[in-house]
């Protein structure tokens, strides 16, 4: 029905930058939010930052500075840029979508497959 396709990621060094991507595809009639969330070891997994359709994003505080959040709409795909890194952003990186589909009437939460981010000090 829908895929999360993630790509990005990697090792870093404290200070880089890395850039994620995610892209939506299936049988989608709208996406309503697309975001980023990331586990790190040992902990829950937590919201990094999210865009919603009309143009309003939400970042976590622990990231704000550092992150920017875009979508590109007609691609079902957003994009996540992290500067500055530093080894908390150590995680495990999951794009989510919430996708209407095209024989459904209700949004539901879907997620992509996950990609590592390690920063190193």
């Known amino acids: 029905q829908v895929q999360l396709v993630q790509s990005g990621g990697g090792l870093v060094q404290t200070g880089g930058s890395l850039r994620l991507s995610c892209a939506a595809s299936?049988?989608?009639?709208?996406?309503?939010?697309m975001g980023w969330y990331r586990q790190p070891p040992g902990k829950q997994r937590e919201l990094v930052a999210r865009a919603i359709t009309h143009g309003s994003t939400e970042i976590a505080d622990s990231v704000k500075g550092r992150i920017t959040i875009s979508r590109d709409a007609p691609k079902n795909a957003a994009y996540l840029q992290m500067n500055s890194l530093k080894p908390e952003d150590t995680a495990v990186y999951y794009c989510?979508?919430?996708?209407?589909?095209?024989?459904?009437?209700?949004?539901?939460?879907?997620w992509g497959q996950g990609t590592q981010v390690t920063v190193s000090s």
């Open positions: 299936g049988d989608i009639k709208a996406v309503s939010v």
């Open positions: 989510h979508a919430r996708i209407l589909l095209t024989s459904t009437t209700e949004f539901n939460d879907y």
